[in-house]
Every structure is written in C-alpha cells, then in structure tokens.
C-alpha cells in the first residue's frame, strides 16, 4: 500500500444526470445529442510505444492522414452528417453537463426512459467554463460550482452558447437499457459504476481494478 496525505486536496464527485429529451426535433426539443462518427478515429498511443501509455488522440482521416476533428463551436454551427441523433434534448446547458458528466439518464417525451453512455470524443482537450467565467469577470473562483455555473448560463442565454464553445471537447454516445437505477451507466472496464465506491483514475498513472482507500469528507 502506498498512502498520499494531503490537508488541501480537492474531491469532488460524479453524478448521472437526468435529461428530457425526443427522438424527433420538435417544440422544446432542439439540441442533438449525437451517437458515435462513423469518420471518428481513436488512436490508443500506448500501443505503438510504451512511454506513451495511457494517451489517446482522436480525428478524422483526410489525404492519408490524421487531423484535428470537429470542435464543439463547429459542431454546434454546422452539425454532424456522419453522426445518427440519438435524441433531442429540451434545455442545451443540460446536454452540455451531460457531456462534462459523460453518461446519463433520458426521459423521453412517451414516457420511457434509457441511459445513454460515453462512446467517444472528438479529441480535444477539455476545457473547465468556471474557468472562462472567471476570466470573463462573471464569477469569483470561490464562488464557482457546478450549481452556480448552470444558474449563470439559464439566466444568461444570450451569452451562454458562447461560454459552452469554450470548451472544444465534444462527447458522443450510445444508448442502452437502464438496468438496474440503483447502479450508474458502465465505466471504462464496461462494469456498472457504484455509488460512493467506483472513482476514477489517471490510467498512465493507476492500473484498471487497483483498489483505493479514500479517506476524505
């Protein structure tokens, strides 16, 4: 066992978020939620070199080689043709946690319900909004959390789409049954996530299934 100490750590958590969607545009429901590009190339660097364990790139394939997919501003402006819509979902800024959260619960519009689940990403880095609020001057960092950035882009919807292209990342998913809703969506070893026990972990650093001890509040 190893143990790490530290008195100003910061543990924050995952959770499932519950959107309301339609699998057809119509009303309230306008923003796609996108399943898996067929042009989408994930490339696991680890196993072309070892020092490289860990990393991942993703793009698309143009003249022979890899280049830089779609950001989320691109993707948001012009759409995807080589992506199905899964659903449409009622309210952007909930989309936009579900892909920050990477899998989640649909309730849709005929009353059934399915989760949906992390099945790839558009390989840019992910870029914190609290952070661009920030800069923008809208909230203080001691004031930032996931509550008070939602509340900030409701209210500000003129300015919201633009905090959320800040973020270039863009995740894509998959649908399946609910399962047990006691339990979350699968994580990377496909097992369903438990509350107040799976956590995730840096895979260049932590083995898959190494088992933690956190003692925290």
Wanted: no cysteine.
């Amino acid at each position: 066992p190893y143990e790490v100490r530290s008195s100003d750590g910061l543990f924050t958590g995952y959770y499932e978020p519950e959107l309301h969607g339609s699998r057809t545009q119509h009303g309230r429901y306008q923003t796609p939620v996108y399943g898996l590009p067929d042009d989408l190339v994930s490339v696991d660097l680890g196993a072309f070199r070892d020092t490289l364990k860990g990393e991942r790139v993703a793009g698309r394939v143009e003249n022979q080689k890899l280049v830089p997919y779609a950001t989320r501003a691109e993707i948001d402006a012009k759409g995807l043709k080589s992506s199905r819509i899964l659903f449409y979902g009622d309210d952007p800024v909930a989309v936009f946690f579900l892909h920050i959260q990477g899998s989640g619960r649909v309730v849709f519009d005929d009353g059934s319900v399915a989760r949906v689940a992390y099945a790839g990403q558009n390989g840019h880095p992910y870029t914190a909004i609290g952070k661009t609020l920030i800069a923008m001057g809208a909230l203080k960092r001691e004031n930032v959390s996931l509550q008070s950035i939602r509340a900030w882009l409701h209210v500000h919807h003129d300015k919201a789409r633009v905090v959320m292209e800040s973020d270039a990342s863009y995740v894509f998913f998959k649908e399946s049954p609910l399962g047990d809703p006691a339990l979350g969506s699968a994580g990377t070893q496909n097992v369903p996530l438990t509350p107040e026990a799976s956590i995730a972990v840096d895979a260049k650093v932590h083995p898959l299934g190494a088992p933690f001890f956190v003692a925290t509040t």
